[in-house]
Nanobody
Framework: QVQLVESGGGWVQPGGSLRLSCAASGSIFRIYGMGWYRQAPGKQRELVAT???????KYADSVKGRFTISRDNAKNTVYLQMNSLKFEDTAVYSCNADRILLMDDRSLEVWGQGTLVTVSS
């Protein structure tokens, strides 16, 4: 059983900051690409940021310059530092591992359950 568990969501005022974490657990040999996605009420899920195992990153235009994705391969953990938060950043944020290589040579794509971020005054 492989799981991704997010933490760090919550309520924050506009202009504030939050740091999300997503830790993978299970019989993991290696994790390749990881990313954060979000889904606001009544909207489709959208990509926020991705990071390769080597550290190459991509961001949605709406978060460039405000959000930073990083990872710790030794801890099988990905982070999302969110600064200068706006009302429109309110959403459920989910992490994704696009390919997890398990100890038994199987590969899986895994999603976390999500953590709610609410930006409100």
């Amino acid at each position: 059983q492989v799981q991704l568990v997010e933490s760090g969501g919550g309520w924050v005022q506009p202009g504030g900051s939050l740091r999300l974490s997503c830790a993978a657990s299970g019989s993991i040999f290696r994790i390749y690409g990881m990313g954060w996605y979000r889904q606001a009420p009544g909207k489709q899920r959208e990509l926020v940021a991705t990071i390769t195992r080597g550290g190459s990153t991509k961001y949605a235009d709406s978060v460039k310059g405000r959000f930073t994705i990083s990872r710790d391969n030794a801890k099988n953990t990905v982070y999302l530092q969110m600064n200068s938060l706006k009302f429109e950043d309110t959403a459920v944020y989910s992490c994704n591992a696009d390919r997890i290589l398990l100890m038994d040579d199987r590969s899986l794509e895994v999603w976390g359950q999500g953590t709610l971020v609410t930006v409100s005054s």
